[in-house]
């Protein structure tokens, strides 16, 4: 037979890879503490103190809910390690960031060497100066 303790360290560490996986063993921490402080605590509270537990066990659930759908879909970029994807690239896409072609890579570098050069040109002689004496220290 199994242990259910160490079963569930086990999955708490695959859990923590990723930031869905924090998000859940929270949940799963918040709602266990509560249910094991109103279980234990039953017979010993009356009505008047029992009754903000019963609505934390009942609201916590469907707060959770309406915070992680406003999560999943305002952030969705974020909620994902790069160890979930096969390949960087990927996850660099699910980012917004582009990866781009040696050859693309190359007309952006001349560019903007292009760019630095004739800024350089530009500059009257004595701030050309300057700027060599600055670039050398």
């Not at 537990?53 to 809910?65: A, E, G, K, T």
């Not at 890579?105 to 630095?116: C, G, P």
């Amino acid at each position: 037979m199994t242990n259910p303790v160490k079963d569930f360290g086990e999955i708490a560490k695959r859990l923590a890879y990723n930031p869905l996986g924090i998000i859940a063993l929270f949940i799963v921490l918040c709602y266990a503490i509560a249910c094991l402080l109103f279980g234990a605590s039953v017979k010993s509270l009356d009505a008047q103190q029992r009754l903000p537990l019963i609505w934390f066990v009942v609201l916590f659930p469907i707060v959770v809910l309406g915070a992680f759908t406003c999560l999943v879909a305002n952030h969705y970029e974020k909620l994902y390690a790069p160890k979930d994807f096969q390949d960087s690239a990927t996850w660099l896409l699910t980012l917004g960031v582009r990866t781009l072609e040696p050859e693309e890579q190359k007309v952006q570098i001349e560019d903007a060497v292009a760019e630095v050069v004739a800024a350089e040109t530009k500059a009257p002689p004595r701030q050309r100066q300057r700027q060599a004496r600055t670039s050398q220290v």
